[in-house]
Nanobody
Framework: QVQLVESGGGLVQPGGSLRLSCAAS????????MGWYRQVPGKQRELVAG???????DYADSVKGRFTIFRDNAKNTVYLQMYSLKPEDTAVYYC?????????????WGQGTQVTVSS
């Protein structure tokens, strides 16, 4: 079992920045791929950014150049640094982890943290 706990959400003005953190515990290892998803009411959860065990990253087109995902394997923590935030970034952000070698894929999720971008 893997437990994921997010922190760092909140209210920020347009153009501002926030850093989300996701602390993993339990049977987590650096082999897990990790990522951040977000969801707004009435819409599907979407991938924001992902990072593999080899530190390869992937971003949604809407956040490229504004968001950066990185991880600290010694702390079992993944971060999402968000700059130039826009109102459309408002959502609940969820941390995700899965082991790519385990099939079928099994996803672990955090409880989510609210990010609100508003003046």
């Amino acid at each position: 079992q893997v437990q994921l706990v997010e922190s760092g959400g909140g209210l920020v003005q347009p153009g501002g920045s926030l850093r989300l953190s996701c602390a993993a515990s339990g049977s987590i290892s650096s082999l897990y791929a990790m990522g951040w998803y977000r969801q707004v009411p009435g819409k599907q959860r979407e991938l924001v950014a992902g990072i593999t065990s080899r530190l390869s990253t992937d971003y949604a087109d809407s956040v490229k150049g504004r968001f950066t995902i990185f991880r600290d394997n010694a702390k079992n923590t993944v971060y999402l640094q968000m700059y130039s935030l826009k109102p459309e970034d408002t959502a609940v952000y969820y941390c995700n982890a899965y082991l790519p070698t385990l099939l079928p894929r099994y996803d672990y999720w955090g409880q989510g943290t609210q990010v609100t971008v508003s003046s």
